[in-house]
C-alpha cells in the first residue's frame, strides 16, 4: 500500500519518498524528527550553563575539603529524599494500593 505524505514547506502531495519532489524539504517523519533532534541539541549546546550549575560544580570541584564534604552530603540527602518520594509515588500508583 502505497503511503502520500504532504509537504509541510509547499503542500505539496509525495508518493513514498522521503524528500518533497516539488522543493525539496524532507517529507519523512523519521527524517524530519532527526533534524527537530538536531535543532534542539544545537540549542542545548549553544547555550551557557546557568548560575546555579556553575555555582553546584564550584562547590562539587571546590579545593576546600569541607565544601567538597557538604556538597557530598547535600547531594545524598537529596538522592534519599527523591528515592523515597519515588517510592511513595509508586505506591500511590499501584493497583492494590
Given at each position: 500500500m502505497a503511503v502520500e505524505r504532504k509537504c509541510l514547506h509547499c503542500n505539496t502531495w509525495n508518493k513514498?519518498?522521503?524528500y518533497c519532489i516539488k522543493c525539496?524539504?524532507?517529507?519523512?517523519?523519521?527524517?524530519?524528527?532527526?533534524?527537530r533532534e538536531e535543532k534542539r541539541e544545537e540549542r542545548r549546546n549553544s547555550t551557557p550553563p546557568s548560575k546555579l550549575d556553575l555555582f553546584i560544580a564550584a562547590w562539587k570541584n571546590s579545593r576546600f575539603i569541607l565544601l567538597r564534604w557538604l556538597y557530598h552530603i547535600l547531594y545524598t540527602i537529596s538522592f534519599i529524599f527523591v528515592a523515597?518520594?519515588?517510592f511513595f509515588a509508586w505506591l500511590a500508583a499501584s493497583p492494590n494500593g
Open positions: 513514498d519518498n522521503d525539496g524539504e524532507p517529507v519523512s517523519p523519521i527524517i524530519i524528527e532527526e533534524r523515597i518520594a519515588s
